[in-house]
């Protein structure tokens, strides 16, 4: 199938056409700056400006910076509160016409990390993305299991972890990438005391730099870095309306 993924981020919307069998962009990714503030006006009109490069009249998987149960976003942190309780496919439905499926933003790249990427190890892999916040997507056997907020985990007596070591914050706090990598050091060891993985994916931004973090990881549990990269997010959110529409579609 294609479909149009998009993957809205606190700093950046990007939209591409997917194939969703093989896991690849078939057009270039189109980058529009998150609107600011990141209104649900302002926010589904960049959707809509992007629907209207790819001319596309077909259906859409969005990725999306914040919890999404059945449709309902909650505690947007990254972008507005006036976000909070809206059920966003009804609303996306309603101002672009087109079918529609949203989904958590870490919850869609770690999809196609699983599906495409190579990191489908079996037990409890966690893939955590570090970019404007952090994002976590944890994986049993293979299957999702969604809305996992560990981004917002206290470490250390009370910090609240994605202020303390997402990517946004070694360049607000003008950290070395050895100092911000002591935190996601400090951050990976207590999910490791709490979770047992089987597997940690590190993806965002950062996981095209691993190499200048990477010495600073001191867990037991494996490490590995996202295949997919800045793609992953984009590919996901499309699967995910693959997968819930599947029946009905085949
Ligand atoms: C949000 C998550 C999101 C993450 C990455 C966090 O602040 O609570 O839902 O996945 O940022 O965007």
């Given amino acids: 199938m294609e479909i149009l993924g998009i993957d809205i981020g606190g700093s950046g919307m990007k939209g591409a056409i997917v194939n ?14 998150t609107p600011q503030p990141a209104t649900p006006k302002a926010v589904t009109g960049v959707i809509q400006q992007i629907i209207d490069h790819f001319n596309w009249k077909g259906p859409l998987g969005a990725g999306f910076p914040s919890i999404v149960k059945e449709g309902v976003t909650r505690l947007a942190v990254n972008l507005s509160p006036e976000w909070d309780d809206m059920n966003i496919e009804t609303h996306v439905k309603e101002k672009t016409g087109l079918d529609n499926t949203f989904l958590n933003d870490a919850d869609s790249a770690g999809l196609a990390e699983i599906r495409f990427g190579g990191h489908d190890t079996g037990g409890l892999v966690v893939m955590l993305t570090f970019g404007t916040g952090i994002g976590s997507a944890f994986f049993y056997n293979g299957v999702l299991i969604p809305n996992m907020e560990f981004g917002h ?98």
């Fill in 20 to 33: 969703t069998e093989k896991g690849e962009l078939i057009t270039e990714r189109h980058k529009i700056e």
């Fill in 153 to 250: 985990v206290e470490i250390l007596g009370g910090k609240n972890a994605e202020k303390y070591a997402a990517a946004r914050i070694r360049k607000e706090k003008d950290l070395s990438w050895e100092e911000w990598g002591d935190r996601v050091n400090q951050y990976l060891k207590h999910l490791e005391r709490i979770l047992s993985p089987s597997l940690f994916v590190i993806g965002g931004g950062v996981s095209r730099k691993t190499e200048k973090f990477m010495d600073c990881i001191k867990v037991r549990t494996p490490v590995q870095a996202a295949t997919m990269q800045n793609n992953a997010g984009i590919i996901g959110a499309a699967c995910r309306f693959k997968d819930v529409h599947s029946q009905v579609l085949a």
